[in-house]
């Protein structure tokens, strides 16, 4: 139900208009829709990639405990959201509780009898998109942007030690994300099945 009043059922309304209104633009004309929200967060779902490459990445994925994601300032960005939502669709999660509050999603999802607990949340240096942070049964993987230099921040912490690493500024400025994602449109069911899965959030708290 939508129309009440209150800080949380607002917040809830404005995340899922955006991405609502993209998918049925989709819908409706067959067209393919491009979002800036989505280019931002590509470098972030390359390294994501990267981290759960080969066989002990694959491994790892099935011991998937909870993913954290911070973008936003006052409210959760389309980023954050987004992102998210990728991580879901790619993840065949399902939800099962969800609960918005001050800002922030924070839901239990399945694959099977697999539970994952995600949140996401604003970001308190007020950035589109400034931690990713997953945690399987035996290891942990963070992303985290710099407030100064934007550059990534990768963590990866196993059993058997850690990895760091630093990866430079993804492009953020709208003319180079507008070149990208006319390169990229070839991505575009993947950015629905992403937007799709993020709107799922709300409709199912």
Avoid: K
């Avoid at 800080?7 to 067959?30: K, M, P, Q, T, W």
């Avoid at 491009?34 to 990267?50: N, T």
């Avoid at 970001?123 to 942990?140: I, K």
């Avoid at 400025?173 to 959030?201: K, M, P």
């Amino acid at each position: 139900e939508h129309g009440g009043v209150g800080g949380e059922l607002d917040f809830e309304e404005r995340a899922v208009e955006g991405l609502a209104s993209a998918l049925n633009i989709i819908e409706e004309h067959g067209v393919t829709c491009g979002d800036l929200a989505w280019e931002r967060s590509a470098a972030w779902r390359g390294l994501v990639a990267q981290l759960f490459d080969g066989p002990d990445g694959a491994r790892e994925l099935e011991l998937l405990r909870s993913i954290e994601i911070h973008g936003g300032a006052d409210q959760t960005s389309s980023d954050a959201l987004l992102l998210a939502g990728w991580l879901i669709a790619r993840l065949g999660l399902a939800p099962a509780d969800v609960t918005v509050a001050d800002s922030t999603v924070t839901a239990t999802m399945y694959d099977g009898t697999r539970e994952v607990r995600i949140v996401v949340a604003p970001s308190d240096d007020r950035s589109n998109l400034s931690l990713l942070s997953v945690a399987t049964a035996d290891a942990s993987f963070r992303i985290e942007r710099h407030s100064e230099s934007g550059h990534l921040h990768v963590r990866e912490d196993w059993d058997a030690g850690s990895m760091r690493r630093v990866v430079e500024a993804p492009p953020e400025d709208d003319a180079s994300l507008v070149a990208i994602a006319l390169d990229g449109a070839h991505g575009a069911s993947l950015y629905e099945q992403s937007a799709r899965a993020a709107v799922s959030l709300f409709r199912s708290a």
